[in-house]
Every structure is written in structure tokens, then in C-alpha cells.
């Protein structure tokens, strides 16, 4: 798919920043040996003279047969002396090389005039990180998840308390996050407000991203306004692109469904995404403070009726956790 000018310098940008980073750690790795080792320094000096030399010698023409043997088995000695100091000191054999991020391209980004698989991802991960810059990532993980906010008091019409219910949540979720892969069950949070849907959705988000997957988190009013402003302002080209990151990353976390300001723009474009999603059998998580009536009327029969029969359900028990922590601030301070 085609990418915006932007995400395309930002990705060049952090492509010639590794290559950098990693030339300027083997100057530093260098630096240290020839102070360790002052012949290090010299072996590589008289290397560089031999290819010089060669080179030369080939240049001029004539039969150099003897002289590129002799300056080709001088080389070798001297490769041999400079590998055995690296393992005396139980240095890797490439020590004296860059460590570059990617060994096909060397974090140039392309690999005989073809864009490399490293920088293709690059530039996925960059589009992803540009839909998700203003999601709070990194404000909740499981750790900080605490079922001490829920009552313990007895759910309706089951023999578990609330308390230890949300423990179970809790428990569900850890495990689907570690387990997580392009063939997950989608998810629906479903509850009232303040009752940790956001958190435990977040903390899911930050495990698959650590374990290597894309992820788009988005809260539903920020992400449709933002293809409604795109497709109503001449950027239709952008709108659709987002779409299609959408539709494709490794898990889409749609929080807070049901608050955006609705419109036929919205409905259709909320549509397209969760269909093509279900459709292609992509994981989704959605959070909504909606019952699966509310949902009907707002978003038609149709698209709830796969939601609610493609998606795990999660009901989310007890008080306004927010609510609690506000009260709980005002009187300590």
C-alpha cells in the first residue's frame, strides 16, 4: 500500500539513525581495543595497505600473479593474528564490524535497488505508531491492575463474588495477550463506565506490541472524526490509507465505542473497518459502555449481529473505579 510523504521521511529518518548508531558504537568498540591492544590498531593499518597495494598492482596490467599471492597470504596471516587476539579476549569474530540492525541491507533500507523487508516494516511500524501518538500506551499494564476497587459482593444469580470475578477477567486477559497470534479470538469489553475496560484493553496492547505484533489502539471518537476531517478536506487519499492500516495491523483495539458524535459518514466508515476485519478472520477488541440493544440502534442490526456472534464477550462488574480514585485523592491531599 502507498504511504504519506511523512511516514515515509519518518521512516528513512530512524532507518539512517540506526545506521548510524550502530557505525558509531564500533568506533567506540575500536577505540577501546586499540587502547587494550595497541597491536589491533596496527594489524588493521597494514590490512588497509595490503588492499591498497593490490589494488595497484591489478591496475597496472601486467602479470602481478606472484606479488597479489604473496600480499593475499600476508593478508591471511595478519586476518588469522587479529581473529586469535579477538578470542583470547572472548570477543565475537565480527567485533571489528558494524552490528547493523538488519545484515541484509546493512540499514541502508534497500538490497539491490529493492526495498528490503526491514525497511517495509519500518514503515508499517512508523504508520502504526502515528495512528496510536495519541493513545495513552503506556499509562496501564496488568501489574498495575488492582482488584481491590471491585465489592466483594455476590454477582446476580452466580456463586462468585465481583471481586473475584474481575480477578478471573483479569487472569483471561493476561493469557490471551501471551498467547496472542493473527488467529486470536476478537474481544468485546462490555460495561459501564469506570470499570477498567480501557485498562485491561491497554495492558493487552503493550503485551502483543512487546511481543512483536502490530498494534493500532484507537479510542472510537478520535479515529472516526479524524477520517471524517481527512475525507471532508480534500485528503480522501490519507483517510483511505488509515483505513487500510486499520484493516490490516495484527490486532485493532477500538476503545470507548459508542461516545463518538455519529453520523453516515461514521457508521458506514466504523462498517467498513469491523467488517473487512471479521471478514479476514483479524482480531479485534472493542470496548463499549453500550448494551447490545443501544448498539443496535446506533449502529444497525446487522454489523452487531456479527460483533456480538464473532467476538468473546466480557462484562465488566462493580462501581466507577475513577470516580473512587478521584474521592480517594481529595482526601489525602
Known sequence: MGYSSEIYAAANKAMEQRRLLA?????????????????VQEIERELVNISVAAGKAVLMGADKTVQLKRLRDESLTLQKELADILAGRSLPAAYLEPWYHCKHCKDTGNVDGRMCDCMKHLIRQ?????????SPLSLCSFESFSADYYPDEQLP????????????????????????????QGLIFMGGTGLGKTHLSLSIAQTVIERGFGVIYVSAPNILSR????????????RNEDEQLLQECDLLIVDDLGTEFVTKF??????????????????????TNLS????????????VSRIVGMLKRIDFYGNDIRQMKRVKNRTTN
Open 266 to 287: 461514521t457508521q458506514a466508515a466504523l462498517y467498513n473497518i469491523l467488517n473487512t476485519r471479521l471478514n479476514s478472520g483479524k482480531p479485534v477488541i472493542i470496548s
Open 227 to 238: 477520517l471524517e476531517t481527512k475525507q471532508f478536506s480534500g485528503r480522501s487519499s490519507e
Open 292 to 303: 447490545t440493544k443501544e448498539m443496535e440502534q446506533t449502529y444497525g442490526g446487522r454489523l
Open 23 to 39: 557505525e558509531e558504537e564500533l568506533d567506540q568498540r575500536r577505540a577501546l581495543l586499540y587502547r587494550q591492544v595497541p597491536r
Open 157 to 184: 444469580m452466580r456463586e462468585r463474588t465481583i471481586r473475584d470475578y474481575m480477578q478471573g477477567v483479569l487472569r483471561f486477559c493476561r493469557q490471551y495477550a501471551d498467547a496472542f497470534d493473527e488467529y486470536a
Open 126 to 134: 512508523t504508520a502504526y505508531e502515528e495512528l496510536n501518538r495519541i
